[in-house]
């Protein structure tokens, strides 16, 4: 391992738990599970409607459950590991893009930030 490979996954880490919230609170895919979250009153709802706490909280989940068990394998395994972080940083990136293009074109909607 390298320098930069520790800054590198920190890096996509961030992608990815960015890419999560994207799609958690922008796609219409979960939006019938967003307002169940909505509708309760307790500290899983307010986790899974907070965009902050529900970034946090995804950002720890993907280090602990994918990131570190990457450090603790052998060679070709470790970067496997890391593709769920790969896929979660490409919808964050994907969505800027499409978003940014939106706008170009003036049909874009304003969102507001994750």
């Not at 068990?69 to 769920?84: Q, R």
Request: proline share 4%; hydrophobic share 50%; charged share 20%.
């Amino acid at each position: 391992m390298n320098a930069v490979e520790p800054l590198a996954d920190m890096i996509l880490l961030a992608g990815a738990a960015l890419g999560a919230a994207m799609v958690w609170f922008r796609s219409s895919i979960f939006a019938r599970r967003r307002a169940t979250y909505e509708a309760r009153d307790d500290w899983l709802a307010e986790l899974m409607t907070c965009r902050f706490c529900f970034t946090c909280q995804t950002a720890l989940w993907l280090g602990l459950g994918l990131l570190l068990p990457s450090y603790l394998t052998p060679a070709p395994w470790h970067e496997i590991i890391k593709l769920p972080l790969l896929i979660g940083s490409a919808f964050y990136l994907i969505g800027c893009v499409t978003r940014v293009d939106e706008q170009d074109q003036g049909k874009g909607e304003k969102h507001d930030e994750v």
